[in-house]
């Protein structure tokens, strides 16, 4: 038994300032297995591979690599001894090629020999060949899909002959399709003999292809189970802490539908491509956004808040009004609601209060005010009430926005847009970057505000969270929506080949 | 028109003068910025550069000496931009503006310390004054810098350190020392520029004689889009309206002499179309100036 471990952590912990991010640690990791690390943000998932990988030393305990005790002081110290990582964002300068990038990483590396070496790129394009990855070499990396970056960041680890592959959260940027060769492509590197450790919150995938899994809540480890003994609704409950319902909502379609949104044959034009919507939201109803990141949803918010601000032909009706007829600040003077996709961008200012930001888009709302002044002890109350309500965490309206976590930070922007009762809700991919506990809270919401009578538009990158939420979902491509899909046949596949644009 | 003739020998030959500060200066601009240090210092170097090599030409009688010292002088000044931007994160643009400012106000006071004069040193004798040799080692620089760009493992560390600097530092280059040595390399080169202001395009230093040579370096940079054997011909643009400019002063044409401020104004009126972005979209470094 003991010959077959590859990495053992023993009471390793982690602080950053008087935080424990990570806490007597200890599990082992088999040799030529798929490895599972789940946990919610903040868990404390990352940090304990990135003390394995070298990014942040350890502050207690014993990290050893088959029989030898290491203390990596860089990624590099960990890539002499195999170890590769899959980071999530990927470490590829968009304006190289292909080939370039894969190039860069070389551990015998001198400054100043030749770049292309040919025994290297003939060496890189058989291990591709090996993995049957097929990869546009001489094409610039910004061109390419992020299903192709994600395997030129693999083979990055792959022609060095790595044992133990480290991938953070591969999935959260790729379309159903994509997970799936990806996962194919996991069980495939194990059978090569490598060993490979997934860090993700998609319990799914870990039970397709995890051998083993490991669970981390608040910075603690709560055990290593065979993927075998456990079932989803057991992992997320062991993750949360408690019991999460998984099932999706009963939909109940509203019997007064109510258009409140109507974007009639509607174009125009931004400087990559040329929009084409054509949509109605009905009150009472969750319409779904579905597509690959960066084909145009990011585009639909700005244009629906303010769409004269756009040249654009076709007619758009928001609650009964035509956009022309809006004022400067647009959609917002009527009851819409919005989580923006990059909410400390565009929904907050980071460093001010959280009260402060509470009043930030309403500030023109008269009951902020008395005698013409904002009445800041009365936006602590009504601060306060919704923090109760919404169990942001730490309950402090006095703490700057920053400070917050993001599952919290979501909350209050969530918070905040529901406290002035919309009539429309414009969700842009709200549970990113968001625990699962508030993942749960913020669903409730959306649900709530549906059965109210709300109308929702739900833009996500979650194909599940559309599943679960929508009551309609439009697949939106290179600008325009492709494909309509009825609750009663929502097919997964279908969506995602309706969002990679191959014929069904 | 008859009186200038641009194609003849002398204008050629006159083009090549005037460009070479520029072909200099330029380079050292490419080293910073495809590093992702935004370099407006350049002006500030080539004034170390000029300075130098007029002093060290004037104490050793070699002006070949005096034009190695200004690289190692330059070198040495730019240790002190590397540790602002590089060591302690200042903003690029500020430190450069300050650095600028401060060579501006430190060589007066050198000439006064070392020569008893107001801002200028004393000439060298004519016979020794560089050549053409100087011109040809800026070329040979151009295409040194090329290949050291797109064939070599340290050119490519400098582009991702431009481009991406987290992928270089994934791979365990720090990202730091990269562009330590690219700033050390363009102080040097740039000042290598100002040396052949000082002793071959005159014969000794004047004050500000580098006037603002280093921005319309900067400019040609951004003309070649970031790209050396491009930027070397944004360069002999610039240096053939300087060219133009001195030829056209007090010569009549079709009767009418035109001011001698119209013309010099010609090479900074093209920077500004040129920066206005009239050709094409920039394609800057990614990373160029962030952190």
């Not at chain 1, 004269?308 to 400067?328: C, E, M, P, T, W």
């Not at chain 2, 760009?149 to 987290?166: L, V």
Request: charged letters at 20%; hydrophobic letters at 45%.
């Amino acid at each position: 038994m003991n010959t077959n471990i590859e990495i053992e952590f023993s009471n390793v912990g982690k602080r950053f300032g008087s935080l424990w991010a990570n806490r007597d640690i200890s599990f082992s990791i088999q040799k030529n297995t798929i490895h599972a690390i789940i946990g919610e943000n903040g868990a404390g998932k990352s940090t304990i591979m990135k003390i394995l990988f070298g990014i942040y030393p350890a502050d207690a305990g014993i990290v050893k690599v088959g029989d030898t005790e290491v203390n990596f002081q860089s990624p590099i110290d960990a890539m002499k001894y195999k170890i590769g990582m899959v980071h999530q964002h990927f470490m590829l300068s968009p304006a190289h090629t292909a080939l370039e990038n894969v190039l860069l990483v070389d551990p015998e590396q001198k400054p100043f020999e030749f770049y292309f070496k040919k025994e290297k790129i003939e060496k890189i394009k058989a291990t591709a060949q090996l993995y049957k990855f097929d990869i546009p070499w001489d094409t610039p990396v910004k061109n390419l899909g992020v299903g192709v970056q994600q395997k030129i960041e693999i083979l990055k680890l792959l022609c060095l002959d790595n044992q133990i592959l480290i991938f953070d959260e591969p999935t959260a940027v790729l379309t159903p399709h994509e997970i799936d060769e990806l996962l194919n492509q996991l069980l495939e590197l194990k059978k090569q003999g490598k060993t490979v450790i997934l860090i993700t919150h998609k319990l799914k995938e870990v039970k397709r292809v995890a051998d083993m899994i490991t669970i981390f809540r608040k910075g603690q480890l709560v055990g290593s189970y065979p993927s075998s003994q456990l079932d989803e609704k057991e992992m997320a409950a062991k993750m949360v802490g408690k019991a999460v319902s998984f099932e999706k909502r009963a939909f109940e379609r509203f019997p007064d539908a109510q258009t409140v949104i109507t974007l009639d044959h509607v174009q125009f034009k931004d400087e990559t491509r040329t929009f084409n919507l054509h949509l109605a939201l009905q009150r009472g109803e969750i319409l779904g956004i579905a597509g690959i990141e960066g084909h145009g949803q990011e585009k639909l918010i700005p244009f629906l808040l303010n769409p004269k601000s756009f040249k654009y032909s076709g007619q758009v009706l928001i609650l009964g009004r035509s956009a022309d007829s809006l004022g400067n600040r647009g959609a917002r003077e009527l009851s819409v609601g919005v989580f923006p996709e990059d909410r400390l961008r565009l929904g907050v200012l980071p460093e001010l209060k959280a009260f402060q930001n509470f009043v930030l888009g309403y500030q023109r709302k008269s009951h902020w005010f008395k005698k013409g002044f904002i009445d800041w002890s009365k936006v602590k109350t009504l601060t306060q009430n919704m923090f109760d309500k919404f169990k942001v965490e730490p309950n402090n309206i006095d703490l700057t926005f920053q400070s917050f976590s993001g599952g919290n930070q979501q909350k209050i922007v969530v918070a905040r847009e529901l406290f002035h009762n919309p009539d429309i809700i414009i969700a842009a991919h709200p549970t990113r970057g968001v625990d699962i506990g508030a993942i749960e809270l913020i669903h409730e919401q959306l649900i709530q505000a549906q059965e109210k009578g709300k109308a929702v538009l739900l833009i996500s990158s979650e194909l599940d969270e559309l599943l679960k939420l929508s009551d309609r979902i439009l697949v939106i491509r290179n600008g325009k929506i492709t494909s309509e899909h009825g609750r009663a046949d929502f097919c997964e596949k279908a969506i995602g080949r309706s969002m990679l644009g191959v014929a069904p | 028109m008859s009186e200038i003739d641009i194609l003849s020998l002398s204008f050629i030959l006159s083009v090549l003068r005037v460009s070479t500060p520029l072909i200099f200066a330029a380079q050292a601009g490419l080293l910073s910025e495809k590093s992702g240090v935004v370099q407006i210092a350049l002006e500030g170097f080539m004034l170390v550069g000029a300075f130098s090599a007029a002093v060290f030409a004037h104490y050793t009688k070699s002006s070949h000496l005096g034009f190695l010292m200004a690289f190692g002088c330059g070198a040495v000044f730019s240790l002190l931009f590397s540790l602002l931007v590089v060591r302690f994160k200042t903003d690029a643009i500020v430190a450069g503006t300050g650095f600028n400012f401060l060579m501006a106000g430190l060589i007066p006071f050198l000439t006064k310390f070392l020569f008893n004069s107001t801002g200028s040193t004393p000439s060298i004798p004519v016979e020794q004054r560089l050549s053409f040799e100087v011109t040809v080692f800026a070329i040979l620089v151009v295409f040194a810098i090329y290949a050291m760009m797109t064939k070599t493992r340290w050119g490519y560390w400098i582009q991702f350190a431009g481009e991406y600097p987290d992928g270089l530092t994934a791979c365990g280059v720090s990202v730091n020392k990269v562009r330590w040595v690219s700033i050390l390399l363009c102080g040097g080169i740039a000042a290598l520029g100002g040396a052949s202001l000082s002793l071959f395009l005159s014969s000794a230093y004047s004050p500000l004689m580098t006037g603002g040579r280093g921005f319309i370096a900067l400019s040609a940079l951004i003309l070649g889009k970031w790209k050396p054997v491009p930027t070397l011909i944004g360069c002999l643009v610039f240096g053939t309206f300087e060219a133009l400019q001195i030829r056209l002063q007090g010569v009549p044409i079709n009767g009418v002499v035109i001011p001698v401020q119209w013309i010099q104004i010609l090479p900074y009126v093209l920077t500004i179309i040129l920066l206005a972005g009239f050709f094409g979209r920039s394609q800057a470094p990614a990373y160029l100036g962030k952190r």
